[in-house]
């Protein structure tokens, strides 16, 4: 550093102000300082600055997973969150961090290896939150917890999702709709994503004066297979099957297949929070509620990188500010002492109609001599 001081003509605390970005630099100071750190071949010590400033500059992003590895639309949340990390001078590390994993994520946390966490695959009543909170690293959700009051999240708006799928085939004459979710130890485990879809078909069914029919599934082609053959004995009339679990909808579409039906014209199918690479990959391609996956993963990043770095105004969703607590109660804090504001945000999926969905071919039963 002194040495680019001395080359570039600035003090060496200039430098460190362009590196750190902690104090506004002129242009042409900052291009001087650059010019001389590419003439020297300079690069800074990442461990060196991490000793000196108290930051790794690392971001975790903390997301259980199991043999299957990440799909196409999982991965949308990855890719968003890498590439919002990289553009604010952050290292994205990638964990599989579940709710069984709570002595390795304590001895993570109190290593102090990560600035910040962001946690994915979030449950009504989450240990990883607590855990986090505890050791006092700071925070952001991609899900919600059933008390949200002192955290920061994005997440899909699950309820205007299932209210506009459900709508999407009630529009086109579907009277008898099947919700696949899920599997039972999943909801039973109070995984968000499933219980409030679950909770937004009743209401979105009854709204329309229709009767709510779920199934849970396993998440795999087999599990789709035995929902769907559940689906018929439950409701042998179905003309229609919403699904959220992307694993299961391929043994959904073959067991239809098996059993003579063609898609749409004996049963139209929605896949719900899926990403348009899995949806085309049916045959016919599947209508779909398209996860905002890339959007909530750059979102959440921005958010914690503001938690870390940024001033502390909170702001809605409209970007008006928000007023402080008005009962004084107790706030997180940045590094340097100033309030963290809360981000807080539901980005619904996007309905893309493809060949999957029609009207219904009559009102006659289907599947039910299979």
Do not use: W
Request: charged letters at 20%; glycine letters at 10%.
């Amino acid at each position: 550093m002194h040495d680019v001081a001395r080359l570039a003509q600035v003090s060496v605390s200039t430098v460190s102000y362009v590196l750190t970005g902690t104090r506004p630099i002129s242009q042409a100071t900052r291009n001087k300082v650059l010019a001389a750190m590419a003439q020297l071949d300079y690069q800074p010590n990442a461990m060196a600055r991490g000793l000196a400033s108290r930051r790794s500059r690392i971001l975790g992003l903390l997301m259980p997973m199991d043999e299957r590895g990440l799909g196409a639309t999982e991965t949308a949340f990855v890719t968003g969150a890498a590439a919002a990390a990289s553009s604010a001078g952050y290292h994205l590390v990638l964990s599989p961090v579940g709710g069984g994993d709570l002595d390795d994520l304590r001895r993570l946390a109190s290593q102090r290896m990560l600035d910040g966490v962001v946690l994915m695959e979030v449950q009504l009543a989450d240990e990883r939150v607590t855990v986090l909170q505890e050791t006092g690293v700071p925070l952001v959700l991609i899900g919600r917890t059933a008390d949200t009051s002192t955290l920061s999240y994005v997440d899909i708006d699950f309820d205007q999702t299932v209210r506009e799928a459900v709508a999407h085939l009630v529009g086109l004459g579907h009277r008898r709709i099947v919700y696949v979710n899920h599997s039972a130890a999943t909801l039973a485990s109070g995984y968000g994503p499933a219980l409030r879809t679950r909770d937004a078909f009743v209401a979105a069914m009854t709204g329309h004066g229709l009767d709510p029919v779920m199934i849970a599934a396993e998440d795999s082609a087999a599990g789709g297979r035995a929902a769907l053959a559940a689906a018929f004995a439950q409701a042998p009339d179905l003309t229609a099957v919403l699904a959220m679990n992307e694993t299961a909808i391929f043994g959904i579409l073959g067991e239809l297949t098996g059993r003579g039906l063609s898609v749409p014209g004996d049963v139209s199918v929605v896949s719900m929070v899926t990403s348009p690479q899995v949806a085309e990959l049916a045959t016919p391609a599947l209508t779909a509620m398209t996860s905002p996956g890339s959007a909530l993963g750059r979102i959440a990043i921005e958010a914690l990188v503001r938690h870390l770095d940024g001033p502390a105004v909170e702001r809605h969703p409209d970007g008006s500010a928000v007023a402080g607590r008005p009962d004084g109660s107790a706030v997180a804090r940045h590094l340097d002492g100033s309030a963290v504001a809360r981000h807080q945000q539901l980005l619904p999926c996007a309905l893309e109609v493809r060949g999957s969905t029609a009207p219904p071919r009559s009102r006659r039963t289907v599947g039910a001599d299979q």
